[in-house]
């Protein structure tokens, strides 16, 4: 009954971020020619040369990417990512009938970069995605994996960035987009992890050698190996520790959990990292 009800909860929650995410591309970045970057960015490219709604080139572009997805990443992955496709192409369309044309043009960027952001975020937080992009990124790291998946968004949000530009021959528009997907990027990682910099993870599994080789390998983290001792039971236990990238945390649950439904989390903020990846120690007084 619980799953049930998570699972309901998840889908709504889903349903209320596609209408942020709906409003921040239709009533704001659409109307203001401002690309956010990514599919959505590909979508409104398309809809200025072919004019179906922004929307519909949204889900028809996700439909090749899901269907290569659900043979590379497995169907369960995207079950809740091809409904969050669905309903977000559909509440795009709804509000592409209801535009904000703002003059200042920074005030546009912002608010579409926002409300697209509350979107984004939730859906990740219900365990969904948006499709599109998040799809590519897993597809392109399957086969380059010395890539970066931070570099890999970036790289594509560019690109689609300065696609736009290109079309619309304006360089007023293409600094404004950059300035949408620093602002979104930047709200999504504080809605779904806050403000901190970092995860600290206790991991305490019977299971300990694939959650690491796990971890190591599709994620690109460093774990270390603690020895542990029940105090009830008296069994040797490997503690694995490690500290993740505030985005990468969500990621790490999900890898303990396919491994071990019994595993033992301990999960807190850590807001001072020094070493590689993090800050530099010798900078520091």
């Known amino acids: 009954m619980q799953d049930n009800g998570k699972k ?17 591309i239709s009533m704001f970045l659409d109307p203001g020619n401002i690309s956010p970057g990514g599919i959505t960015g590909v979508a409104m490219i398309f809809n200025r040369i072919i004019p179906f709604q922004t929307g519909t080139w949204y889900f028809l572009i996700n439909i090749p ?18 409904y969050a496709v669905f ?17 200042d043009l920074l005030i546009t960027s912002l608010a579409g970069g926002i409300l697209l952001a509350i979107g984004i975020g939730l859906i990740f937080k219900a365990g969904g995605a948006t499709g599109g992009t998040d799809i ?3 597809l392109l790291r399957l086969r380059f994996r010395h890539l970066k998946a931070g570099f890999l968004l970036m790289c594509l949000d560019i690109i689609v960035v300065a696609a736009t530009g290109l079309l619309l021959q304006n360089l007023n528009l293409t600094l404004y987009a950059l300035i949408t997907v620093f602002v979104s990027d930047k709200t999504v990682d504080y809605i779904i992890y806050g403000g901190d910099e970092a ?11 694939k959650i690491v080789n796990r971890l190591m390998s599709e994620l690109e983290i460093g774990c270390t190996l603690l020895k542990g001792k029940g105090a009830w039971t008296g069994n040797q236990k490997e503690v694995i520790l490690a500290v ?6 969500p990621l790490v649950e999900t890898i303990v959990k396919q491994e071990d439904m019994n595993a033992f989390i301990i999960e807190s903020n850590a807001s001072e990292i020094y070493g590689e990846g993090y800050k530099n120690l010798s900078l520091q007084e």
Do not use: C
Not at 9 to 22: K, M
Not at 244 to 249: A, F, L, P, T
């Open 136 to 138: 590519i990124v897993r």
């Open 244 to 249: 993740v990238q505030k985005r990468v945390g």
């Open 65 to 82: 990417i899901l269907i290569i997805g659900s043979w590379k990443l497995g169907l369960k992955f995207l079950i809740k990512t091809i």
């Open 87 to 103: 309903i977000t192409s559909l509440f795009v369309n709804i509000f592409a009938h209801y535009p904000i044309f703002l003059e």
């Open 199 to 209: 995860k600290l993870f206790y991991i305490i599994t019977d299971n300990h050698s």
């Open 8 to 24: 309901i909860r998840d889908y709504i929650l889903i349903t209320v971020a596609s209408v942020f995410y709906g409003m921040g």
